[in-house]
């Protein structure tokens, strides 16, 4: 008679870990989603202040004139005689930033999940007070100041003033701050974190740079757009390291589930399999 040899079923364990990560994918999903539709649906739903923003506008342009930077009708010049760079930057302008920002998350979200957390939760502060300054400050964009010399390139080509977006998600006079900037600048600091091949490092440099080179050549911002929103996306990612600490300070304060979820609110969170702290 031979004797029956069992193995250990690690169908549980599996099973347990698959429905975990697949509630962790679902609420980031759901997050991203409530912050999207929050972030655009408030900047749609703003009061469009015509003359308040135009006046902020030409407040703006007097303050770059003085400090000597007012260089975005020179810099618009070249794409308007060259239809293939018109094409380029009106190209970059619009696929070189939500389509490369969701392609950054989901490489992160699969490599580095604390990295992922990070990045996730510096996009949705600097989103916060982005927000703020479209409400209390709106300013109308070059392309809609009349008498200043800019023309609308994505008009001009597409026929169309906005191309991804439904009108009720717009703010046209949400100039200040260039989160398209701002947030491909944290997408070139993600990148460089981690990422380590020199292609990808030099990816990490050329979204911002280019980004910039766009949003001033289409008319769409100031160069002062573009230092405002660099402070606020990089003021998103200090307050995102400072919740991490806060959240790693407390990390063993609230029992379970409570503290799975201040964890993955203040991004102190590392799913198992994931990378360690880079």
């Given amino acids: 008679?031979?004797?029956?040899?069992?193995?250990?079923?690690?169908?549980?364990?599996?099973?347990?870990?698959?429905?975990?990560?697949?509630?962790?994918?679902?609420?980031?999903?759901?997050?991203?989603?409530?912050?999207?539709?929050?972030?655009?649906?408030?900047?749609?739903?703003?009061?469009?202040r015509v003359g308040?923003?135009?006046?902020?506008?030409?407040?703006?342009?007097?303050?770059?004139?003085?400090?000597g930077i007012y260089h975005e009708a020179l810099l618009q010049k070249p794409i308007l005689h060259h239809g293939w760079l018109e094409s380029l930057a009106n190209g970059f302008y619009l696929y070189g930033h939500g389509?490369?920002?969701?392609?950054?998350?989901l490489s992160l979200y699969a490599r580095d999940r604390k990295g992922y957390l990070l990045m996730r939760n510096a996009f949705l502060l600097s989103g916060l007070i982005g927000i703020v300054f479209?409400?209390?400050?709106?300013?109308?964009?070059?392309?809609?100041?009349?008498?200043?010399?800019?023309?609308?390139?994505?008009?001009?080509?597409?026929?169309?003033r906005r191309v991804l977006m439904p009108h009720f998600l717009t703010d046209e006079y949400a100039s200040v701050p260039s989160l398209h900037f701002g947030w491909n600048l944290l997408v070139g600091v993600a990148l460089w974190r981690g990422f380590k091949q020199p292609g990808l490092r030099l990816l990490a440099?050329?979204?911002p740079v280019?980004?910039?080179?766009?949003?001033?050549?289409?008319?769409?911002?100031?160069?002062?757009?573009?230092?405002?929103?660099?402070?606020?996306?990089?003021?998103g990612w200090y307050l995102a390291l400072a919740l991490r600490d806060l959240g790693s300070r407390y990390r063993g304060a609230a029992p379970g589930r409570l503290a799975d979820f201040r964890a993955w609110v203040a991004g102190d969170e590392v799913a198992e399999g994931a990378q360690a702290e880079t």
């Fill in 52 to 67: 308040e923003a135009e006046a902020n506008a030409a407040s703006l342009i007097s303050f770059e004139q003085t400090l």
């Fill in 210 to 235: 280019g980004m910039l080179l766009a949003i001033v050549s289409t008319a769409n911002h100031y160069f002062l757009d573009a230092v405002i929103g660099a402070v606020v996306a990089l003021a």
């Fill in 134 to 160: 479209y409400i209390v400050l709106p300013v109308a964009p070059p392309r809609l100041m009349p008498g200043y010399g800019f023309e609308d390139t994505i008009q001009h080509e597409y026929h169309v």
């Fill in 99 to 105: 389509p490369v920002i969701a392609a950054v998350a």
């Fill in 205 to 207: 440099v050329a979204m």
């Fill in 1 to 48: 008679m031979t004797a029956r040899v069992t193995t250990p079923s690690f169908a549980g364990p599996r099973r347990r870990a698959f429905i975990r990560v697949s509630w962790q994918a679902a609420g980031e999903i759901a997050l991203i989603a409530i912050a999207f539709f929050v972030y655009f649906g408030v900047r749609g739903l703003a009061v469009e």
